[in-house]
């Protein structure tokens, strides 16, 4: 697999040169080997404007929601978003999936770049990149049954199931989450919330897509209902060669599942590698302090536990600091976090070493921590 830095280059991603809406459908549709790079980030910008006046508004300002990062998803692997409340988590998922305009960056699916496309061809990609909710309660609408709500993609892309197949189509989707094909028509306030999330998990496998934003699909769920739908979703993984971005606060679900995590901090991805890379060699203090702050369930290792307390409150995104967005918060922070953006990259002192430390890792003064965590 090719590296993954914020501070790539566009030009390390083979554009498309397909030019008319037939070319860029063709392209889409093109398939991608397992271990192949199926969706490339670069340096995405989105910017929220802050006004003022109500007749003749004027821009103050901006909240800077997401502000210049980059990654890489591979065909068939689970790429896990971690980071707090407000970092830009979720807005990283509206602009993958186009909801969101991109302030600046490019999005590349197979090489086409998603952000520039419309019409036809941005349609062809949202059939192909899907996306599941985190609410199941109001992700679903309370009027329609669940044969209409799972099968209204096929009223947007009629050449998926043809009219007369629908409603078979619907029943085998039912089948294949794990609920009664008889199901059909129900409605969502008949069931659990987690039978609730396998529809609207059903309605993202609808039209066969190869990509699956999953905007923590597990939180409003109770521990068990979670593991199961955790389960279910690396089985459909294993049958459909699905690949997921999957984004959660529960650092423990994410493990769980992903094959690599990425550690978002404030619009900036902090930190990126395997899941044991992140978990079990943590280079940055704001993934030490994160994993630091996971209840461990055995008192013989809490008790030699070394905490990590963070002090201050989170900077505002409309006004971020300068340099590191972290310093303001870190205990190792020196005049050259201020001064100088860290790249996200494999940091000098572990650069030719094998070592899981050795991965991308945005502080001027990373260094590997044993952190006691839970498994």
């Known amino acids: 697999m090719a590296e993954t830095a914020e501070n790539h280059e566009v030009s390390d991603v083979v554009p498309s040169t397909a030019e008319t809406t037939a070319e860029v459908e063709a392209v889409l549709d093109a398939p991608v080997d397992r271990g192949e790079p199926i969706l490339q980030v670069r340096n995405l910008v989105k910017h929220f404007p802050l006004t003022q006046g109500i007749l003749f508004k004027k821009q103050i300002g901006a909240v800077k929601a997401v502000d210049g990062i980059s990654f890489d998803l591979y065909k068939g ?3 896990g978003i971690v980071g707090e409340s407000g970092c830009g988590k ?8 186009t909801l969101e305009t991109a302030t600046s ?4 699916y197979k090489g086409q770049d998603i952000t520039r496309l419309s019409g036809r061809a941005l349609k062809a990609v949202r059939r192909n990149i899907q996306m599941v909710f985190q609410d199941p309660y109001t ?13 209204e993609p096929f009223d947007i892309h009629p050449e998926v199931a043809p009219k ?17 094909p ?4 129900r409605y969502p306030h008949q069931f659990s919330g987690g039978q609730r999330q396998r529809i609207g998990i059903a309605r993202g496998l609808a039209l066969n897509p190869e990509v699956i934003i999953c905007d923590e699909p597990v939180s409003a769920l109770d521990v068990s209902v979670q593991a199961q739908v955790i389960n279910l979703m690396g089985k459909l993984q294993d049958e459909f060669e699905l690949s997921y971005v999957f984004i959660a606060h529960d650092l423990s679900i994410v493990r769980h599942i992903s094959d690599r995590v990425g550690v978002m901090y404030l619009g900036k991805m902090a930190e990126i590698g395997t899941d044991s890379e992140i978990y079990d060699h943590p280079t940055h203090p704001y993934t030490q302090a994160l994993l630091s702050a996971v209840p461990v369930p055995d008192p013989a290792a809490r008790e030699g536990r070394d905490r990590i307390i963070l002090t201050g409150d989170v ?10 967005r972290f310093r303001t918060r870190c205990w190792k922070a020196q005049d050259k976090c201020a001064e100088e953006v860290p790249l996200l990259a494999v940091p000098e002192v572990f650069a030719g070493k094998k070592t899981l430390a050795a ?15 839970a498994a």
């Open 139 to 151: 992700s679903l609408n309370p009027r329609m049954t669940v044969g209409d709500i799972i099968g």
């Open 182 to 185: 008889e199901y059909i028509n």
């Open 164 to 180: 007369g197949d629908r409603r078979k189509r619907v029943q085998e989707l039912l089948d294949v989450v794990g609920l009664n």
């Open 315 to 324: 900077p505002s995104p409309a006004n971020p600091p300068s340099g590191c």
């Open 105 to 108: 960056g490019e999005v590349f």
């Open 359 to 373: 991965h991308e890792s945005a502080c001027h003064f990373a260094e590997e921590r044993d952190v006691v965590h």
């Open 90 to 97: 979720s807005t990283v998922a509206k602009l993958l999936m």
């Open 77 to 79: 692997e689970t790429l």
